[in-house]
């Protein structure tokens, strides 16, 4: 293993074929380099710690897809069950509004994930197949692709507006404004 540093020469690199995990700047363009290689498997590594980030993912990559759905279908039944709650005659307010929109975009963030992390991680495994990454299964991830950032920018903006909304009635906010009503 060799082992040469540059911070600077970070933001030049670009992802390609050859390395593992990044090109490094071409040779002469900085007075050091950083970059780390292993001869047995030709990875190329750009900073301290990659070897070992590396080492997790091939190792957690193998139980990611399992795990991922526990954890899916336990909060797709906990925002489930919020919702409920939420939704009750003598829960509603305008807090509780933006908490049961909070729950069904996570909600929904979880549902749309669940099918993806099955058949991209547990029946067809992580290794490109012609069955895996079928038409199907790639419209899909542009489906989920788009679906999540757009439920997952839904959920940041809730938060958001549920801070917002918290401090504006807080006890902080009358005194700062000079509001003496309750």
Request: net charge negative.
């Amino acid at each position: 293993m060799t082992l040469l540093c540059d911070v600077c020469e970070l933001d030049r690199m670009s992802w390609s074929e050859d390395s593992y995990y990044a090109d490094l700047p071409v040779a002469g363009d900085a007075e050091m380099t950083m970059s780390t290689t292993e001869a047995a498997t030709g990875r190329e590594y750009v900073y301290p710690g990659a070897r070992e980030l590396a080492v997790f993912h091939d190792w957690y990559q193998q139980y990611h897809g399992y795990l991922a759905s526990i954890v899916c279908v336990l909060g797709i039944i906990a925002n489930a069950l919020n919702i409920v709650v939420l939704t009750r005659r003598n829960m509603i307010s305008a807090t509780n509004c933006i908490l049961t929109g909070l729950a069904v975009s996570d909600g929904l963030t979880m549902a749309a994930y669940l099918p993806f992390a099955l058949w991209f991680y547990v029946l067809y495994g992580t290794e490109a197949t012609p069955t895996r990454n079928s038409l199907p299964a790639v419209r899909f991830m542009l489906f989920f692709a788009c679906f999540s950032v757009v439920v997952h920018t839904v959920s940041i903006w809730l938060t958001v507006v549920l801070a917002v909304f918290r401090y504006s009635h807080s006890d902080l906010y009358r005194l700062m404004s000079g509001c003496n009503i309750l």
